[in-house]
């Protein structure tokens, strides 16, 4: 008995598997796209991309599937479509059992904004590469300024905006970054009518730190609008120009 139960069950499940696949194949085959959802999912702190500017554009290029039969939407024409915006990173697009077709969209992430004189702005991402600016959002990320090389913002002032990163409380400290033709480095802070003068983009955590000791022994002592430059390019000492 216990034998013909076992039988009659796995003849159940196979007669119900042959009929998901005959009766599910063919609505896949005979449905139209009911809905058609585009998702930016780590849009919560960073907004580069809107949903509905995707949407436009997919229309614009014919490929909107709302309301299409199924079996004529091509995803794999929808995502590479979307990854042509040079904000995206990356993107999965599929469809559902109910009818639906999906696009999951993912961001790339500035890590500096770059303005350099007489260019266009741009940002360098968490991969170090050249990426536009988002015509819908800004992104609080540091600013950089002056003589700025594309070369030298990937690298060296790359490394000096995750420290930055890593470091929230000089992060938010930080206004500006200003780049001189010698590649000397100046800081324009939140607080404070003066510039930072770092010098070359080495050293900069001893540097940081020297500053951090000038703060509390010299600037809470005499006044925040004192100097008009903090120069801490030179060794074991913090050089000062009255205003």
């Given amino acids: ?9 796995a003849l ?40 509905v500017e995707v949407e436009t554009f997919l229309k614009q290029k014919g490929l909107n599937p709302d309301g299409k039969p199924l079996k004529e939407v091509n995803t ?13 990173k990356s993107a999965e697009v599929y469809t559902t059992a109910q009818g639906a077709v999906v696009a999951n969209i993912y961001q790339r992430k500035p890590v500096l904004r770059v303005i350099p004189d007489g260019e266009a702005s741009y940002y360098i991402d968490n991969n170090r590469e050249r990426m536009p ?18 070369d030298y913002a990937k690298n060296e002032l790359y490394d000096f905006a995750q420290y930055l990163n890593d470091n929230p409380d000089w992060d938010a400290w930080v206004d500006q970054i200003v780049v ?25 955590p001893a540097k940081l730190a020297k500053f951090s000791l000038f703060i509390e022994k010299g600037l809470n002592v005499v006044g925040w609008n004192r100097y008009s430059e903090v120069n801490l390019k030179y060794d074991n000492q913090v050089v000062c120009t009255r205003k």
């Fill in 1 to 9: 008995m216990k034998k013909f139960l076992l039988i009659f069950a």
């Fill in 12 to 51: 159940l499940i196979i007669g119900y598997l042959v009929f998901a696949v005959f009766y599910f194949g063919k609505a896949s085959q005979t449905d139209v796209c009911n809905r058609f959802e585009v998702i930016v999912k780590d849009s919560g702190n960073t907004k580069l991309i809107q949903a």
């Fill in 76 to 88: 794999h024409a929808i995502k590479e479509a979307v990854l042509t915006n040079r904000l995206v």
């Fill in 133 to 150: 600016v988002s015509l819908s959002y800004a992104i609080y990320v540091p600013l950089v300024t002056g003589a700025v090389k594309e």
């Fill in 180 to 204: 001189r033709k010698n590649r000397d480095v100046e800081i324009i802070p939140r607080i404070g009518d003066f510039r930072i003068v770092l010098g070359k983009l080495d050293d900069y």
